[in-house]
């Protein structure tokens, strides 16, 4: 499994169309969601991405940094539907967690807009709930955030 983290400017056409494709797929056709998927944070994410030997795109998340230089939001984690239940979202999230602490020093504050029935999944990292559940796209979600230990102020 090879794993890029990569600015927009970065990626290529093929990582991009392969990145829209599965997001849409997952955030707007399976879950029956209608709203603007590609957005401006794209630009300015960093873009995780997990690739297979056959260049199959098997899951991806993208890490936004805030005006706050100490906070970043994980945002659009998904993995593809053709791997699921191999502990991808597991080993995703972890891999988003080591590229802040590494790539991004001062960042202290993880902040998450979690699915509701995904609210064990993200505390087992260390996510505290900040948020009483509401709906988003008519879907339950709650706000989350980790607090980084040993990263600087």
């Known amino acids: 499994m090879q794993v890029t983290v990569k600015s927009f400017s970065e990626l290529s056409n093929t990582e991009l169309f392969k990145i829209y494709k599965l997001r849409t797929q997952v955030f707007v056709v399976e879950q029956l969601c209608a709203y603007q998927e590609v957005d401006d944070e794209d630009l300015i994410a960093q873009h995780l991405q997990f690739t297979n030997e056959a260049q199959q795109l098997v899951a991806y998340l993208r890490i936004i940094p805030e005006t706050n230089e100490t906070i970043v939001h994980i945002g659009r984690v998904v993995v593809n539907p053709l791997f699921r239940k191999q502990g991808y979202g597991r080993k995703l999230i972890t891999s988003g967690l080591e590229t802040i602490k590494k790539d991004m020093p001062k960042v202290t504050t993880v902040k998450i807009q979690a699915q509701a029935y995904l609210r064990s999944f993200y505390q087992s990292f260390g996510f505290k709930p900040v948020s009483d559940v ?8 709650l706000d989350m955030i ?7 102020k």
């Open 146 to 152: 980790l607090e980084l230990q040993g990263n600087k």
């Open 134 to 141: 509401y709906l988003d796209t008519g879907i339950p979600h």
